[in-house]
């Protein structure tokens, strides 16, 4: 899995749009972004991924750079229950192996 | 979307006793299950990939004699810590495949005295 590099912490006033970059310069054409979220003390909680075109969901939107060696999620409205730890991961979309988690980008989200 | 359950979600045991946590996938079958391991202000650690009706694969430096996984089901994985002692005081959270996703487990908190 390609290596990604994350800013340590954010900070974000609530009701605004928390842009979350990651880089993965190396990532190879067969992987994915994915990125999960843990609030603290509970399980990792998946967000969204992509490959190479941005996506959206009802959580977050997702924007990859057109070469793919970076990207930015985004929540559009922060909100105080986001706060918590991003992770960027890149992988390939396969069965058998594990999501392997770097240290991540602690977000907070104040009033 | 899937659901993972864990269980007990925290536990207290005495130093020399076994502690057993078990990983439920509760919509969906699960060939393969993977447990972590966190540390206060740590990333999540990979311990163990375990397949349903084979041997566990252990990541390097842990110690497969003493976390013992038995993945009996295609919905559930148990972790048994064996001799706990309070370093493996810890967060064990576990997570399931299905297809290219993989679903976590709100982890059980573990706390040897």
């Known amino acids: 899995d390609a290596k990604t590099t994350q800013p340590p912490s954010m900070d974000c006033a609530e009701g605004r749009a928390a842009n979350l970059p990651c880089n993965h310069s190396?990532?190879?054409?067969?992987?994915?972004v994915y990125w999960y979220r843990q609030i603290h003390s509970q399980g990792p909680q998946y967000i969204i991924h992509g490959l190479k075109n941005n996506e959206t969901n009802e959580m977050a939107s997702l924007i990859i750079t057109e070469d793919r060696k970076s990207s930015t999620l985004i929540l559009p409205h922060a909100t105080l229950r986001d706060t918590a730890v991003y992770y960027c991961i890149a992988r390939g979309y396969q069965a058998g192996t594990a999501l392997i988690f770097g240290k991540g980008t602690t977000l907070s989200v104040s009033s | 979307g899937a659901v993972v359950s864990q269980h007990p979600s925290w536990v207290i045991c005495k130093s020399g006793t076994s502690v057993k946590i078990e990983c439920r996938s509760l919509?969906?079958?699960?060939?393969?299950m993977f447990w972590y391991r966190q540390f206060p202000k740590q990333s999540l650690m990979l311990m163990a990939t375990s397949n349903e009706g084979s041997k566990a694969t252990y990541e390097q430096g842990v110690e497969k004699d003493k976390f013992l996984i038995n993945h009996a089901s295609l919905t559930l994985s148990t972790l048994t810590v064996t001799s706990a002692h309070p370093e493996d005081s810890s967060f064990y959270i576990c997570?399931?495949?299905?297809?290219?996703?993989?679903?976590f487990g709100p982890g059980t908190r573990l706390t040897v005295l």
């Open positions: 190396t990532i190879s054409g067969n992987e994915y």
């Open positions: 997570s399931a495949r299905q297809g290219g996703e993989q679903f």
């Open positions: 919509d969906f079958q699960a060939t393969t």
